[in-house]
Antibody, heavy 114, light 112 residues
Framework: QVQLVQSGAEVKKPGASVKVSCKAS????????ISWVRQAPGQGLEWMGW????????NYAQKLQGRVTMTTNTSTSTAYMELRSLRSDDTAVYYC???????WGQGTLVTVSS | DIVMTQTPLSLSVTPGQPASISCKSS???????????FYWYLQKPGQSPQLLIY???SRFSGVPDRFSGSGSGTDFTLKISRVEAEDVGVYYC?????????FGQGTKVEIK
């Protein structure tokens, strides 16, 4: 069965960077894009961008351009999302999801606090 | 960016009764390939979102047939024919045709 397993919770200081991983199993990794979606506490869902696991092409939400980088390692079927210059309003649960967001990871809480 | 507007934002339903959620997009979601890239997700309390409906009306694997989606262009509806206790949570619509993909604000469904 398809599974996306994300790395654990992180606490970061403002200005720092965080890198969240998402390990896929149960399907051919390069067959589907991986998207990243975040959810601030008590808020709705925000699409951050996607990466083609096939060729590494990316598309990022404009508001995150310059601060976010999505990558994949096809040898380990793992996707990564790095967010830099963290601010308090980046505090959220970060999800990875495959394809049309048909399968989701369990979420990674990133807390940005001084 | 495409704005997705859901109504109502909250819904309290008696078990066994129907429920309906509307979602309107600020632009047509019909692609030149003939598909409409519109989706419904449910986020149960404390869980990750899960896909219910894709391309307006196709139920995802394992989704009960009490869930149905309809609509076209800019107006879409999710219907639950008979609400069950396990259906509580927040329902989100999403468009996947125009970048950035955008979600509705969410509709919280609770059981009376």
């Amino acid at each position: 069965q398809v599974q996306l397993v994300q790395s654990g919770a992180e606490v970061k200081k403002p200005g720092a960077s965080v890198k969240v991983s998402c390990k896929a199993s149960g399907y051919t990794f390069t067959s589907y894009d991986i998207s990243w979606v975040r959810q601030a506490p008590g808020q709705g869902l925000e699409w951050m961008g996607w990466i083609s696991a096939y060729n590494g092409n990316t598309n990022y939400a404009q508001k995150l351009q310059g601060r976010v980088t999505m990558t994949t390692n096809t040898s380990t079927s793992t996707a990564y999302m790095e967010l830099r210059s963290l601010r308090s309003d980046d505090t959220a649960v970060y999800y990875c999801a495959s394809g049309i967001l048909d399968y989701w990871g369990q979420g990674t809480l990133v807390t940005v606090s001084s | 960016d495409i704005v997705m507007t859901q109504t109502p934002l909250s819904l309290s339903v008696t078990p066994g009764q129907p429920a309906s959620i509307s979602c309107k997009s600020s632009q047509s979601l019909l692609h030149s390939d003939g598909k409409t890239y519109f989706y419904w997700y449910l986020q149960k309390p404390g869980q990750s979102p899960q896909l219910l409906i894709y391309e307006v009306s196709s139920r995802f694997s394992g989704v009960p047939d009490r869930f149905s989606g309809s609509g076209s262009g800019t107006d879409f509806t999710l219907k639950i024919s008979r609400v069950e206790a396990e259906d509580v949570g927040v329902y989100y619509c999403m468009q996947g045709i125009h970048l950035p993909w955008t979600f509705g604000q969410g509709t919280k469904v609770e059981i009376k």
